[in-house]
């Protein structure tokens, strides 16, 4: 087996890049936060989702395993206020919880689809919030013996004053907090910082479990805590998330995880930046929020898209424009002309004759070397893909001069399988239909466990029009072949 490539990530915790070194070696434990399932995934979520999905790719290219934790939030505020909207007043919890279970396993269905389409790895776990309420409540009752949190009509609340490294992940002033406040919300902004709550009592009208502090359901920072501590243990190598969950939510899954623990849950935390679009923050009444799907209704392909997220360095805002897609556009086909091109055999055509000549062997080992030198400080993918470009450009003047050999093609070729295993934007095409074909299979069986024929049968035809052939089976599973 070759060796390692070490890889350095920035940390928010130390606010500096540092090389990750796995706790097990060669074996990473990576933990995303994933969606909270009540509408369709934005350009800017799917941002995170992209940068995230690099970043696994670069570990699993460098030669490490990736056990990799994307949890689905299908309990929180929002899907609450949204699924019960059309409950009958008189429901009882029974009704409650499926109209909440209806609704996440809907939009679960279309985030796979998303998913599928741009061409991110699914995760080694992908654990549901209302599947793991057991651990939570006991997770909340190890912070109660331990003096951390505090029952309050109904609800607990964290006492943040009990941790004396709370606020370090945001840098919060310590000095400004109010002891004693506390805000029942999941989402609250910097100047707020209160006791959050771990556990909400259930109002009138809301699915509820049973606890032991009465009917209620768990709040949205404990999920995360609860998953991740379950799934990959109580020491990880990597979290992850965008940069506005870096407070209140990483800082209350680090109050929650330590406090419980004793000891440091995560040792890298890495978030990625905001997407503007047109130069402003994505709203619907700006006109400039979009989907994957708007993109997709404007003819737009979901991998110009991801090239163009994945162009950009995860750590600067990125600003969208359609125009950006066409740019993106451009520059994939360029890649996958270059690619046929070596995979044919070449003719001199005498045309770059006045061109330098390259070697290209020691050319693209040189290519590599930088390409990967990049990606490992800090996945800096605008230097990766300039020492690429850069190849290209030189190698197609070359093979104009003289016919690159058949070895030195396949050497070529070599290394775009290398480079698209991370970028994945210029695949064997049969290899990008086997893993599109497989993940639209699954978001399919998600929309028949929600009851959603319609979306079921157009995720079927979207697979038919593919060429495929399915065969669902008696025992529930599905097998498939090219028709
Ligand atoms: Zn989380």
Not at 26 to 52: E, R, W
Not at 56 to 83: P, W
Not at 169 to 191: F, P
Not at 223 to 246: P, Q, Y
């Amino acid at each position: 087996m070759s060796p390692l490539r070490p890889i350095a990530l920035y940390n928010t915790l130390t606010r500096t890049v540092d090389p990750v070194a796995p706790l097990v070696p060669g074996v990473v434990s990576l933990y995303t936060c994933g969606p909270t399932v009540y509408n369709f995934a934005h350009i800017g979520n799917l941002k995170t989702f992209l940068f995230q999905d690099l970043l696994k790719r670069t570990f699993l290219a460098a030669g490490y395993q990736v056990r990799h934790c994307m949890n689905i939030t299908d309990v929180e505020d929002k899907i609450i206020r949204d699924s019960q909207k059309e409950v009958d007043p008189a429901a009882g919890n029974e009704e409650r919880h499926r109209a909440m279970r209806a609704l996440t396993d809907r939009y679960t269905a279309f985030f796979l689809e998303d998913l599928a389409a741009l061409g991110i790895l699914p995760p080694s776990y992908s654990p549901k919030a209302t599947g793991h309420i057991p651990q939570m409540i006991s997770l909340i009752q190890e912070l109660e013996r331990k003096g951390l949190a505090y029952v309050r009509e109904g609800s607990v609340y964290y006492r943040i004053a009990g941790l004396p490294q709370y606020g370090r992940l945001a840098r919060l002033d310590r000095e400004g907090m109010k002891a004693g406040a506390s805000v029942d919300a999941d989402e609250y902004e910097k100047d707020a910082v209160q006791d959050f709550v771990l556990w909400k009592a259930a109002k009138p009208g809301e699915p509820w479990w049973d606890s032991p502090w009465g009917h209620g359901r768990p709040g949205w920072h404990i999920e995360c805590s609860a998953m991740g501590i379950e799934l990959l243990g109580e020491r990880i190598d990597i979290h992850s998330g965008g940069i506005d969950l870096v407070f209140p939510h990483h800082e209350n899954e680090i109050a929650q995880s330590e406090g419980c623990l004793g000891h440091t849950w995560v040792n890298t935390w890495v978030h990625g930046e905001f997407l503007l679009v047109d130069g402003e923050k994505m709203s619907k009444s700006l006109g400039n929020f979009y989907t994957l799907r708007d993109l997709q209704a404007k003819g737009c392909d979901p991998l110009a898209f991801r090239f163009t997220i994945q162009s950009n360095h995860y750590r600067k805002v990125l600003n969208f424009s359609l125009d950006s897609l066409k740019a993106s556009d451009n520059a994939l086909k360029r890649v996958r002309a270059f690619r046929k091109r070596m995979e044919e055999v070449g003719a001199p055509h005498g045309q770059g004759a006045w061109k330098e000549a390259v070697e290209p062997l020691p050319r693209v080992a040189q290519a590599r070397e930088a390409f990967w030198a990049a990606l490992a400080d800090d996945l800096n993918t605008p230097e990766a893909l300039a020492a690429l470009f850069t190849l290209i450009t030189d190698l197609n003047a070359q093979d104009d001069r003289a016919a690159l050999t058949r070895e030195e093609r396949d050497e070529v070729l070599k290394f775009l399988d290398e480079t698209d295993a991370i970028f994945g934007c210029w695949p064997h095409e049969e290899l990008r239909a086997d893993a599109e074909v497989e993940a639209l299979i699954e978001a399919r069986k998600r929309a028949k466990a929600a009851r959603d024929w319609a979306e079921a049968d157009r995720i079927r035809d979207r697979i038919k029009a593919m060429g495929i052939v399915l065969e669902d089976r008696k025992d529930g599973s599905v097998s498939w072949r090219r028709g």
